[in-house]
């Protein structure tokens, strides 16, 4: 089964992920997406960072009524700092029978070559690319195994909804409702 792979930090996940990753559902033949939830780095103190299980929490809650997508706490017992690469290579591990291709904004393709195992990561799982502007995704799209999708891109991060909560402005319609409510009983950001 061709399973798409969304890593990030989710700080906290927003309708703009959950658009991408319903469109690979509904536009290729990805038949799930799971949701690679970063772990904290124990050398790097980030004080915007929500801790990690707050985070995988809100990705549970803005998952929960859809079978297709799932929340992987994955990176949070693998050693760190987490390379996308092993991860890939445990999950291989882990889930034999499924294909793994990594789901990513053209805006990551930049700093790409420099990631550890980038050509594996290319020839023995591949890469379906979304178009973000600004950024190019040309250089990538001769190669095979990588595909690129003019998907709907909602122009908010998650930057934006920590800001309009500093703010103490709604955050409304930019998460779930119960991602919304999490972040208000749990006080975070
Ligand atoms: P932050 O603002 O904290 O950097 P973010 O909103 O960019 O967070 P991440 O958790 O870093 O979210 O993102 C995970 C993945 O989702 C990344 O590959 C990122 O490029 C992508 N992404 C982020 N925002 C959007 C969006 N609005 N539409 C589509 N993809 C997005």
Known sequence: MKTGLFFGSFNPIH?????????????TEVEEVW???SPQNPFKIHDTLADENHRLNM?????????ALKALDIEFSLSKPSFTIHTLHHLK???PEREFILIMGSDNLAGLHKWK???EIITQYGLFVYHREGFDNQYLKARENVRVFDAPVLNISATFIREVLQ??????????????NYIKE????
């Open 186 to 189: 749990n006080k975070l950001y």
């Open 35 to 37: 949701f690679v939830v």
């Open 93 to 95: 591990e882990e889930y």
């Open 167 to 180: 703010a103490n402005k709604s955050i409304r319609y930019l998460v779930p409702e119960e991602v919304e």
């Open 59 to 67: 990705v549970r809650l803005a998952v929960a009524d859809n079978p």
């Open 15 to 27: 309708v703009g992920h959950l658009i991408i990753a319903n469109y690979m559902l509904q536009f």
């Open 117 to 119: 195992g980038f050509e």
